[in-house]
């Protein structure tokens, strides 16, 4: 089995920064990509970044490409989501999530933490 736990959602203002944690307990967490996903009310859940176990290859939705970075610390059993110049439209709740590899489809993804709340105002 495998565990993940979100945290550093939050109110921001549109224009500033957050940074997301997914700390992941379990088995050996480095043989796991990690993805980040997300869900606004009344909309289906959405792909917006995935990491390769080995950290080299990254995957970006379209529409926080330039300014999200997904990133992870091995020896930490961390992921991490910087999420910059953040718009209204990016408030949601996001959810990490393990797969064998790194996609950007959700059913791949076995395991799921339970999310943490994003809010930019405008």
């Known amino acids: 089995q495998v565990q993940l736990v979100e945290s550093g959602g939050g109110l921001v203002q549109a224009g500033g920064s957050l940074r997301l944690f997914c700390a992941v307990s379990g088995r050996t967490f480095s043989r796991y990509a990690v993805g980040w996903f997300r869900r606004a009310p009344g909309t289906e859940r959405e792909f917006v970044a995935a990491?390769?176990?080995?950290?080299?290859?990254?995957y970006y939705a379209d529409s926080v490409k330039g300014r999200f970075t997904i990133s992870r610390d091995n020896a930490k059993n961390t992921v991490y989501l910087q999420m910059n110049s953040l718009k209204p439209e990016d408030t949601a709740v996001y959810y990490c999530?393990?797969?064998?590899?790194?996609?950007?489809?959700?059913?791949?993804?076995?395991?799921w933490g339970q999310g943490t709340q994003v809010t930019v105002s405008s």
């Open positions: 990491i390769s176990w080995s950290g080299d290859i990254t």
């Open positions: 999530a393990a797969s064998a590899t790194a996609t950007m489809l959700g059913a791949e993804y076995v395991y």
